[in-house]
């Protein structure tokens, strides 16, 4: 067989969102890679700019549809921090309990999308039934499924409304009920392994050059939850464990979301139990005059950093850095070798989050659009 | 003429079939599931649709149809053999390797990189599963005593049950059901080898499809009890169902991984057509 490229994407059936791969075959087997970004690229950034700090927390919830709730609380951490706010504890409870429900709901639509992956349609179907639970549960405290639009600078926008912890209860319930029997039909099924094990290695050592986080990091063994590193809301007050496993490959980083789904309710149940009475509190929201600031958050697919200027309560700069944007450097180097079969599973392994990942784009006008290390070092640093 | 009937009626009833597995995996997986006709519905459309290719190659109009006919002209010879003769399972086992060399072609002929990869796997995959299913047919006939499809009597399964695990493995195989369709894993190479198929050239692959379907969930009874009619209708909607709970239940190989798996399938099938052959423990 002679060497041909193999397009995969910008439209693609194991694609959530468009990049394009070109994959450079010899045979069964990947020889190299052109990643082409940029798809989605909507510049929110710059929307930024020019804004009030209000309607800047609104914006920077819509960088991303799963994990919208870590960008609004990194957002909000950085304007707290430059305000030296601090929100009441029953503010900070309720704000870990959505931060952890949409945590549940993201890897469980990553469970169902791995798996469907490798052609298990059921299990995506079964996976995502679990899912609508905790989105029914997002939907009776915020009025959202995917965006959420809770948070307010040391405050959040509705308290839990009547009945909300009946359905939280119920359906929380459900879930311990239904989840160990999914996850135990991953753990055991041979086809699962077979696809899952050896596919898709980072080393430790890689981990760490690269500066992996959150899952991808974890499941090569390497430490990276901000919520013990650099802990925020209430997650001082809980007891929770992160969660590491040893062996870098695609079936590590699966058992460390799917582990992380036990831990998230755990974190949810105490949450609830250590919830005060409501406080009778008028809220007023407070200007912001000057100053700049960053929050970091551990979204689900690992740390989100966000970070603002601000002048007279308009924001001049803004800067966010996401995990897969973190984490995709490493894609070129985990393809290589591969087969093309395990492309899908790799690219799956990410947990890619392609609307969050795409910060920069560059438009070429027929100039050369890359820099080399020693040219970037001659042209700007020297 | 009753025969020649039911022969006209065969893809009726596969396209009937074909919906009701597709309503049997939906309710498995917590789904609705389409209309019955939803397979009818689909075909019809296709087929109103105008030709337009892309490419002019003889080759790649051809292939859909000839991959129709190869798979149709299976049914003359089971379950009623319509135009039985000595050693007529021989000429089965041509039109069945014919009918994969055809989908191949239809993938090769294609300029699409998926439709070659996906030959390419139905390639590797049919050396193992094409000569399997000839010994399981092979073994079946001996164990039986017959010359032909129509002296087939008792019950071939009973004694030689490894070659029958072997035909089941085969047949998931065939139909593209995982954990064997690899060939055509959508989450990989798109629609597989008609990838670039529309209209009436897609029309033919999806009926034969269907028809695959029909024709291995009437062989495996057929084999397995010696002609027996009511084990056969009795054992459509059984290897059916067979079909749907491995579809459900299971996700797909590698291709190396599957290749591996049917090369055991393929050692297990020799060794029971040695054993049947020369008469050992029979």
Redesign the interface.
Known sequence: ?HD????FGPQ???LKEPINLALE?DG?YITGVKMRFGYVHRGVEKIFEGKDVQKVLYVAERVCGICSYAHSSACTRAMEGILGLEAPTRVKLLRTIVAELERLHSHILWAGFG?????????F??FW?ERERVLDILEAITGGRVHHNYNKLGSVRYDLPKGCEELMRKNIAELEENLPGLIKEFEK?S??L??FKKVGKISRKDAITYGLVGPMARGSGVKSDIRKIDPYEAYDDIRFNEILEEGGDAYARAKVRLTELGESISIIKQCMSLLPPKPAEKWKWPPIKTGEGFGRVEAPRGEDFHYYEIEDNIVTRGKIRTPTLANIMILEKMLIGA??????VIVASFDPCIGCMERTMVIDKGKKNWFTESEFRRKFCD | MIEWLVFLAVPFIAIILDGAYRIVVAR????QGPPLLQTFYDLDKLWGKKPFALQADPFFRAAPLLYFIATYAMFLFVPIGLVGFNYDFIFLIYLTILGSAFYVLAGVSSDS??S??AS?REMILMVCYEITLALGIFTMIIASGATAFSGLVGNPVLVAPFAGLALIVVVLTETHT??F??AS??????AGAETEYPGKGLFFVELTRALIKLFYAVLLPFMFFGGNIVAIVVGVPVVYFLLAYS???????????AWWVLFVVLLVAMAEFVRVSLGVFV
């Open positions: 067989m041909y490229t193999m397009p693609h059936p194991s075959l069964n798996l469907h992956e490798i052609g298990f349609q059921s299990m179907m079964l039934r099924n086809v699962v077979a696809r087969e093309i079969g395990d492309t899908p | 498995m997986q917590n789904r990189p998926y070659i990869v390419m995982t954990p369709d690899t894993a959508e989450t990989e190479v798109l579809k459900v239940t299971t996700p797909r190989y590698r291709v190396d991984q």
